[in-house]
């Protein structure tokens, strides 16, 4: 019996360290390497308010302008898409991009003007340089929907 004891409990504690092991080795989401929600919405805050400043976009973003309420809905709801987009636990409830951005004309000189808005923003906040290439990735992979012919 003693043996058997032994056996389990030394089986028990191979799968407890096996299993700690793949937790530990699973790679971390892109949303929990920039911080998980303060950052998220540290990032989004800010770009909306570097977007709402830059002349050569504003006019683009005149709805979240019009009003403290509709800037901090405007802030919720990008913190609720880089969340998403970035494998977070939120569910992006807005329009989709096409959607989003059909007939409003965006330029592809607008679209690398909110880019380089964001760069800022992610080099102000300190992200490190791959979290902050696969941010600028993602966001690359939506100008063809952004920027419509």
């Known amino acids: 019996m003693q043996v058997w004891k032994s056996t389990a409990l030394a089986g028990l504690l191979a799968l407890a360290s096996a299993m700690q092991f793949r ?8 949303y929990e390497r920039l911080g998980g929600q303060p950052a998220i919405q540290a990032v989004a805050s800010e770009l909306v308010d570097s977007i709402l400043a830059d002349s050569r976009v504003n006019k683009w973003f005149a709805h979240a302008a ?11 709801k ?4 880089l969340c998403q987009s970035t494998q977070g ?19 592809a000189a607008a679209f690398d003007a909110v880019v380089e808005d964001l760069i800022a923003v992610l ?21 063809p929907v952004i920027v419509q012919k």
Do not use: I, Q, W
């Open 23 to 30: 937790a530990a080795d699973r790679e971390m989401t892109l």
């Open 66 to 76: 019009a009003s403290p309420e509709n800037t901090a809905a405007y802030k919720a």
């Open 78 to 81: 990008l913190a609720e898409f």
């Open 89 to 107: 636990p939120c569910k992006y409830s807005g329009l989709d991009m096409t959607a989003a951005h059909k007939g409003r004309g965006v330029t």
């Open 123 to 143: 080099k102000k906040l300190r992200v490190p340089a791959k979290e902050e290439g696969e941010v600028l990735k993602m966001l690359g992979s939506l100008k």
